[in-house]
Structures are given as C-alpha cells and as structure tokens.
C-alpha cells in the first residue's frame, strides 16, 4: 500500500474579503438600479420639466451642485454610513427599524408616536414601489423618440410589454433574478461612466460644479427658481430608501462598497458628462441629454443598456417591497398572505404572489394615465421624500435614545438632514395638483389598511385573553372526567395564556380529549431570525397536557410541522400521521361599544376573511386540519 497521501488543493473557501466583494457586485444587479437610472431624466427635467428653468451658467452650475450635494448628503452620509448601521441583525427598511427600537422601547411615553412613524414610513414605500418602476422603464424606452422620431407612437405598448415581462419573471427568486441582472448593470455603469468621461474632456471646466458655492449662489441670487429645483433634484437620489429596505439581501458592506466605489462615481461622471454637453450644445437638454452624450451609432445600443437598467431599476423596488410586506405581516400590521420562499439555502429570498400581481396592476394603469416621463415625475418625489422625513425622524430617536451620540454634534447633522429632506418634501408638495396626489392617495390607503389591521387584531386578542379559562383550572376538571381517545391533538392559540376557545368547543361537540393536548403558540420576535436552539419552549401542564411556544424571527418561514418533529422533550415523538391541528376560525359581531368606528370594523372583517388561513401560513397537512369557528366582539 502506498504511504503517498492525497494532494489538497492549495485554493481554499473564500475569504470574509472575497464574499464581500461577491455580495457588492450582487448588490449592483438588485438594490441600485433605482438610483442608477435616475441620469436618464433627473437633470432634464429640472430644465424641461413642470417648473424648467432658463438654461445659463448660473442655473446649469448650480443644479449640478445641487445634485452632487444632494447624493452626498442624502444618499453617502444619511443611508450609507448612518442609517444602514441601524440594521435589525442584518434586516432593514422601516419595519425592522420599528422592531428593533420597539424592543428596547416598551412602555416609554412615545412608543405609539414611533410605530406611527414607521407604519407611515412603510405606507409611503408602497407609493414609491408602484411609480418607480412606471417611471425607471418610460424614461428608457423614450429613447426610442431620439433614435427615430417615427417610432414615437410605439413607446407605450414597448414599456408595457416590458413590464409585464418583469413581473411575471419574479417567481424565479431575487437570487436568479440578480445574477442575471448583475452584469448587466455592472455594463451599464462602465458605460455611462465612459459616456460622461468623453463629455468632459471636451468641457472640462463643468467639474467647478462640485464646488457647494455654486449651489449656495443658486439660491441666493433665485431663492423660488432654486427651492422648485429642488423637486427635479431629488431624482437623482430617488432609489436611496430601497437600499435601506433590500439591506437584508446582501448586507450593509457589500452595498457601501458598490456605491462608494462604483456606483457614485458613474452617477456622478455621467451628470457632469450631460453638463457639459449643455455648455456645448444647449438644445441637447431639452431633448434627451442622457441618450445625446452617446455618438449617433451608439444611441440604440445605449436604448437597450438603459432599457435593461431600467427593468433592473424596478427590481430594488419590487423586492423591497416583498421584504417589507413580509415584515408587516410578521409584524401583526398585515393579515396573513401567500409568501414563497425561492431559495433553500438563503434565508430573505421570497414572493409574494399578491404583492407582486397588485403592483403589476397599478403601475400599468399609471403607465396609461400619465403617458410619459414629465408626467410622472410630477407625480413622483413626494412618497419617496416623505419616506426620507420620516427615516429622519426615526434617525433623530435613534441618535439620541439608543445609540446616545454626543447631543451637540447628534444635534447639528440631525437638523441638516431635517433642513435637507424639509425642503426637498416641501418642493415636492408643489406637485400634488399636478399628480403628487396619486403617490399620496395609494400610500394612504396603504396606512389606512395597515393600522385598521393592527388595532382589529390587537382588538381580538385582548378579548380572547380576558375571556379565557385558566388552564390549571380546565386541567384539573376535564382530564379525569373527559373520554381520552389516542394521538395528540394540537390547539393553535395567538395567547400564550388561557384555553384556547378551539379546545372548549372541540370537548363541547366532540365529548373527547386526546391522549396528548397541546397548547402551541408561535410567537413572532422583534428580531429577524431566531436560532434552532432558541426555537423552542415547551412546559408540562400535567394529565398529558402541554403548552409550547414556537418563536420565530419576523424574516422567517413558520413551518410548524418541521419545527414540532424536531422536539423530544414534550412526551413522545410527534408524528404528523398521528397529530390533528385544531384552528379556531373567527367571525366579528358588531359590539354594543365598539372600540373602532364601525367602517374600520367592516374594514378589518374584509381582510380577517381574505387571509390566508393558518393552515397555509404555518405549513399544516391539510388532512390533518380541523376548523371550529367562533365569534367575538371588538
């Protein structure tokens, strides 16, 4: 036998350094195309928009200064170094900030002050999701108009195809969906990078508009031009909110490291680049400076890599959203819905079917409605500052309550950011006769479902806990005087206390108990993930009774089977052949005083009826379901 021992292979796993680079290029093809695609109109439209501006030194300086500032303050300093620090073990977005401040916060004065925030903060993310991708995609295939102006007609049908096509590939998973995407947005970075270098070689003199005395002239020379401005500005950093929401997709590092090293860079080259191209040619503004930066032999090639960013710009919108609905419903402000998990191997990587179908819907018809960019531009900045508002706000409680930074120095960037997000907010405020409205609208309808769903269910489980028996009380009556028939019988209960009502009405029709009676709860935490070892609690109540909690993190799949046949220490193996699962299905009486005005009862009875039932969402074997329904009074 020979002594040789097997040659190892000198290439081991990759490093901490080689998987955050991995995840930063993963990052490009998902959470920045929002904001990437902004240079295809936020520098047109504050020149050819619903308040354009004359086109002169002083104007064209002071916008780019105005843009720079903008990504540098809002989306580099505000998200990327700030705001993204406040991840809830890796989760982001406004829900997981809410948790995370809700579970060190519990009893203080303000808590209801901040859920507010956040529900208002979520609501307004549901606005921005349905117009962005309408907007990211129309200002795309407008490019058509400049590759050939007989073509004109077919931009609407072209960017609705388009985005049916988007939708309805959203089933495959954000991992396919990002490896696809990826590269091609790494290719489309490189070339409008390229597109904006050549511009300013010929007009070099257009990088004095870094300078921020450029954008402090503006206002004091135009003070109303400049504040107007500030509604086309605010474009360029649209897309800054999504990176907070889709954090949980590929970490805080690796989205810091693609935008500090090559995603703002090519914005900014290619803002300075179209800047240039207006001290040159001044006309070129006014008709599509983004698609002119590129020799007439490149514009249709640049029309498909916009076109193919711009479906990628819909992307970081749409998965946030499914992140965010996911976190809501976890959360208790959403009623349950389908969610299917994409990826066995990465946690996060969901779809939601109703989600995705409801926001397809909307942003057609806004298609429809507004035509083309300029109209939707009107429409769009006011969800997505308000978002911003709002995450100051959050910022403000977090700087001071939780992570107690120096009042003086928390103080002085916390009223920058208000006086920064304050204007841009009130900017945009000026849109609404014109078509801020729309974004307003969904996102109130948005807050209106998710408090009447809140307050309804917080409403039932404090009636069920005030008239609930105590279980020592029904131990100690029913085990010895009910028949025991074999298996086990598991009676799923949102309190951790009292009988649950499935229980009383099962011994009341049935006249039996099983052998074995579980009590289970699933309690959902204010952290993202829960750890196996931490899964389960599990106490015996005596006479083959037990109560077992089921905890959760609000970004996880409650696969009640599999988590029940991995516990040992509540009697013998479960066997889901031998387990019957007890729901109770509850039906609204109007009560005699009503806790909630009764159009928001009917409201919350509406979506009570539509959920998704518990068999569904906590994965139970159909055939082994039994229902018994209840009423109650809210």
């Known amino acids: 036998m020979s002594d040789t021992k097997p040659v190892q292979s000198p290439v081991g796993p990759p490093s901490r350094d080689q998987a955050i680079v991995k995840l930063a290029a993963g990052a490009i093809g998902i959470v920045f195309g929002d904001i990437g695609t902004s240079p295809l109109y936020a520098f047109r439209e504050a020149f050819a928009g619903h308040h354009p501006l004359a086109l002169n030194t002083l104007h064209l300086y002071g916008v780019l200064s105005l843009i720079f500032w903008a990504m540098m303050l809002v989306v580099t300093i505000k998200y990327v170094s700030i705001i993204m620090r406040a991840d809830n073990r890796g989760e982001g977005g406004s829900l997981a900030l809410l948790a995370l401040m809700g579970g060190r916060n519990s009893g203080k004065k303000w808590s209801m002050g901040i859920v507010m925030l956040g529900i208002m ?41 388009i985005l049916i096509f988007l939708f309805l590939i959203q ?15 790494l290719f489309y970075f490189l070339t409008i990078s390229i597109l904006g270098i050549i511009s300013i070689s010929q007009n070099p003199e257009i990088l004095w508009a870094f300078s921020p005395h450029y954008a402090a002239q503006f206002f004091m020379a135009e003070p109303l031009k400049a504040f107007l401005a500030l509604g086309a500005v605010v474009l360029a950093v649209t897309g800054a909110e999504a990176l907070y929401a889709d954090m949980g997709h590929f970490g805080r590092k690796p989205i810091g490291l ?22 040159r040619d001044g006309e070129a503004i006014f008709n599509n400076p983004f698609f002119n930066l590129a020799p007439e032999w490149f514009q249709l090639p640049l029309l498909i890599i916009a076109t193919l960013a711009a479906v990628i710009a819909c992307q970081a919108v749409i998965t946030g959203a499914f992140s965010v609905t996911q976190q809501a419903i976890q959360l208790g ?9 994409t990826n066995a191997h990465t946690i996060g990587q969901i779809y939601i079917p109703l989600v995705n179908w409801a926001l397809m819907i909307m942003v057609i018809l806004l298609v429809l409605t507004f035509q083309n960019v300029s109209n939707l531009t009107a429409a769009y900045g006011v969800s997505v500052t308000g978002a911003m ?25 916390v009223a920058l950011f208000f006086v920064v997000d304050g204007l841009f907010f009130a900017a945009n405020l000026t849109k609404i006769p014109d078509g801020g409205w729309v974004p307003l609208a969904i996102s109130g309808v948005a807050f209106l479902l998710l408090t009447s769903w809140a307050k309804g269910r917080s409403l039932i489980i404090a009636q069920m806990r005030e008239t609930a028996m105590p279980v020592q009380v029904f131990v100690k009556s029913a085990a010895g005087s009910a028949t025991r028939v074999p298996g086990t019988a598991v009676f799923m209960t949102t309190s951790p206390e009292g009988v649950p009502h499935a229980l009383l009405h099962n011994l009341k029709h049935n006249k039996v108990l099983h052998e074995r009676i579980v009590l289970l709860t699933v309690s959902i935490l204010d952290r993202p993930h829960v750890s196996p070892e931490d899964r389960v609690h599990c106490e015996a109540l005596g006479s083959g009774f ?21 516990i040992t220490t509540c009697g013998p193996a479960f066997r889901m052949i031998e387990t019957s699962f007890f729901l109770a299905r509850q039906t609204l009486l109007s009560s005699d005083k009503p806790k909630m005005a009764p159009w928001r009862e009917k409201l919350f009875a509406w979506m009570l009826r539509n959920a998704e039932t518990a068999m569904q969402f906590f994965r139970l074997p159909p055939n082994r379901v039994v229902e018994l329904g209840s009423q109650i009074e809210i």
């Open 258 to 279: 693609s935008w500090l090293v090559f995603v703002l860079p090519a914005l900014i080259l290619n803002y300075m680049g179209q800047g240039a191209l207006a001290l």
């Open 121 to 161: 903060a979520t609501a307004l993310f549901y606005g921005d999701a349905m117009i962005t991708p309408a907007v990211s995609v129309l200002g795309a295939v407008e490019g058509l108009a400049v590759v050939n102006p007989s073509l004109r007609g077919w931009i609407i049908p072209i960017a609705v195809f």
């Open 546 to 566: 037990y109560r077992i909690i089921l905890r959760y993190g609000f970004m996880q799949d409650t696969n009640v089977p599999e988590a029940l046949e991995k």
């Open 389 to 413: 508002l709002l995450d100051t706000c959050l910022l403000s409680v977090l700087l001071f309550s939780f992570w107690r930074w120096n009042k003086f120095w928390a103080g002085l960037l």
């Open 333 to 341: 402000f959403m009623p349950r819905l389908r969610i299917n998990h």
């Open 171 to 185: 089933r495959s998973g954000t991992a396919r969906v990002g490896a696809f995407f990826g590269p091609i947005m």
